[in-house]
T-cell receptor, first 119, second 112 residues
């Protein structure tokens, strides 16, 4: 399977614990996105990378959230001191970004998500 | 700030009819809009893209329009089938290099 993979698929943790999610994008994709989704809502933008550079981080995110993409391949999203409000589905997506808008559609390929439950 | 809105109410229609979903945007002109389908517990799947200089795009039973005057995109599914039941998400990109932002989605149910 050469799609986007996320690990773990499910994580149950106690409030105050740290959690880390991993995303392996499609190998030739240079863009990688993290989104958070709660029931009945659309994916909420968290952050995105172009290769290893983090281009933007949502202002809605507290300092407890951090993401890395150290070699421009896989990425990790860490949540420190988890709170019950962090319970959500964390989605990773990758895309191929060309130099010109006409080159590629920029469509996102999503993984199946990592569901976090904070007790 | 960039804002994209979809009708949050669920849409229920009879099989065989055309389903029409709406996506509105404010405060900017997106370079293009994308539409995705999401099934429960799964990640979204890309369906169609329409650029700001395009009026209409088609793919099989799907059609997307883009009206920059109304700041609106319409997503149509013709000859709808129960298998089309899902949540449909509109997403926009401000420029060819910027991040992609999603609307809240519209849940579509097709009854036999």
């Amino acid at each position: 399977d050469t799609g986007v993979s996320q690990d773990p698929r499910h994580k149950i943790t106690k409030r105050g614990q740290n959690v880390t999610f991993r995303c392996d994008p499609i190998s030739e994709h240079n863009r990688l996105y993290w989104y958070r989704q709660t029931l009945g809502q659309g994916p909420e933008f968290l952050t995105y990378f172009q290769n290893e550079a983090q281009l933007e981080k949502s202002r809605l995110l507290s300092d407890r959230f951090s993401a890395e993409r150290p070699k421009g391949s896989f990425s990790t999203l860490e949540i420190q001191r988890t709170e019950q409000g962090d319970s959500a589905m964390y989605l990773c997506a990758s895309s191929l970004q060309g130099a010109r808008s006409s080159e590629v559609t920029g469509e996102l390929f999503f993984g199946e998500g990592s569901r976090l439950t904070v007790l | 700030s960039q804002k994209i809105e979809q009708n949050s109410e669920a849409l229920n229609i009879q099989e065989g009819k055309t389903a029409t979903l709406t996506c509105n945007y404010t405060n900017y002109s997106p370079a293009y809009l994308q539409w995705y389908r999401q099934d429960p517990g799964r990640g979204p799947v890309f369906l169609l893209l329409i650029r700001e200089n395009e009026k209409e795009k088609r793919k099989e039973r799907l059609k997307v329009t883009f009206d920059t005057t109304l700041k609106q995109s319409l997503f149509h599914i013709t000859a709808s089938q129960p298998a089309d039941s899902a949540t449909y998400l509109c997403a926009h990109r401000y420029s060819s290099a910027s991040k992609i932002i999603f609307g809240s989605g519209t849940r579509l149910s097709i009854r036999p």
